[in-house]
């Protein structure tokens, strides 16, 4: 009968395995040295964008490093059935879907006038049933400034107040848009665009493009907006004072809840799904998937959509993520914005605005 027990290992195998392990913990350190950036110090990091967002707007504690001020709204979306072709998501088929979302104005200060910027933008996260999330974050312009990260990075850094004047020097936000003429279609939006008196009355757009997809492995890509069924839209007058559009919200509520309409509008082939910066061809073809219905708000402090990470990479079967590069930092700039601001969030009544109530 053979000897089962192995024969000694020499010194010469010993070493030889050693040497294995060795290989592979150095190729595990190399690859994390890899994804935290370390072996390229040009790339750019999660968290240079959002220390890029922190610098121009000073730090907040327990607030989202960009679109600070804003407010939780709770609702529902209405499915009708007719995006059922195109998605396998039972978010699309008729019935309701529980939705927690916050209305809030782009920037990183929770205490900026509503009249600071014209934009305002809708988060929504949709819990369905078979407790998949979609989640996505919305803004009121149809197009954004720039196509990739690296391009937004530049911008935030030419709009850096200079420490000289607390103020970015004045030609330097000038020459970035010369240097990016992809910015030409956010310019043109810009112009026309003037801060409106309530969140009530804004489409909010998804302005990056996401991919469809049916049971047949089918794909078709789209960009979503939610379009308000309210019609009494107007720009904030002269008096609106700086806080209007949450006491707005408040009364447009106590009168009923409000609606948008969830649009997809069909991509045709050569259209970019890769290029936030640029817009589709006016006409495409659009399918209404149901109807959003906010019923009530809550203080961002101590509501429902506190704790929510609106990343919109977040998607239930049915929605894919298409290869805009936005996507992925935006992914990895919430997740860093939301540890931070989580870290502090028993700071966050100290440091409320004015009029926002407390926990
Ligand atoms: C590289 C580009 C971008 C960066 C670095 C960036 C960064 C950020 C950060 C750090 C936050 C705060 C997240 C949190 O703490 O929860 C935020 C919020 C938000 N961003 Fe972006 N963003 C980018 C592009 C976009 C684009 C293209 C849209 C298009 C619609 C968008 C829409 C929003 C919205 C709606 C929110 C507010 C979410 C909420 O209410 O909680 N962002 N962004």
Redesign the pocket.
């Known amino acids: 009968m053979p000897d089962p027990t192995p024969p000694p290992l020499t010194l010469f195998d010993k070493a030889l395995r050693l040497l294995g392990i060795a290989a592979i913990l150095a190729v595990a350190v190399a690859a994390f040295a890899y994804v935290s950036g370390r072996l390229d110090p040009e790339r750019l990091k999660?968290r240079d964008?959002?220390n890029a967002?922190q610098t121009n707007n000073g730090v907040h504690p327990g607030?989202?490093?960009?679109?600070?001020k804003?407010v939780c709204v709770i609702g529902y979306f209405e499915g009708n059935g007719q995006l059922q072709g195109l998605s396998s998501s039972p978010v699309f088929a008729q019935g309701r879907t529980p939705v927690v979302?916050?209305?809030?104005l782009?920037s990183?200060n929770p205490y900026a006038p509503d009249t600071s910027v014209p934009l305002r933008?809708?988060?929504l996260r949709f819990s369905l049933a078979n407790g998949q999330q979609w989640r996505?974050?919305?803004?009121s312009?149809p197009v954004?400034p720039?196509g990739?990260?690296q391009a937004?990075?530049a911008m935030?850094k030419a709009g850096t107040p200079d420490p000289a004047t607390g103020k970015p020097k004045p030609d330097a936000m000038p020459a970035f848009f010369a240097s990016h003429p992809e910015t030409g279609p956010f310019l043109a939006w810009v112009k026309g665009a003037k801060p409106s008196a309530s969140y009530a009355t804004e489409t909010?757009?998804?302005?990056?493009a996401f991919y469809l997809s049916n049971a047949d492995g089918q794909r078709q890509a789209v960009r979503w907006a939610v379009v308000p069924q309210a019609t009494d839209s107007t720009p904030a007058g002269p008096d609106a004072g700086a806080d209007f559009l949450q006491a707005d919200l408040a009364q447009r509520l106590a009168g009923g809840p409000l609606r948008w309409t969830l649009r997809m509008t069909l991509a045709e082939p050569g259209d970019p799904v890769d290029d936030?910066s640029k817009a589709w061809p006016a006409g495409r073809k659009t399918v209404d998937a149901g109807t959003l219905v906010v019923e009530r708000m809550q203080p961002q402090i101590s509501g429902q959509?506190r704790d929510?990470?609106?990343?919109?990479t977040i998607l239930p079967s049915g929605i894919e993520a298409s290869n805009d590069?936005?996507?992925a930092?935006?992914s990895a700039?919430?997740a860093?914005?939301?540890l931070?601001?989580t870290s502090e969030v028993d700071q966050l009544s100290a440091n409320a605005p004015a009029g926002e109530a407390k926990p």
């Open positions: 999660p964008l959002v967002l607030y989202r490093r960009n679109h600070a804003g979302g916050r209305f809030a782009p990183g933008s809708f988060a996505t974050g919305m803004n312009m954004f720039v990739t990260p937004f990075y935030l909010y757009n998804s302005i990056n936030a959509c929510i990470n609106y990343d919109p590069p936005l996507l930092a935006r700039a919430y860093s914005s939301y931070r601001r």
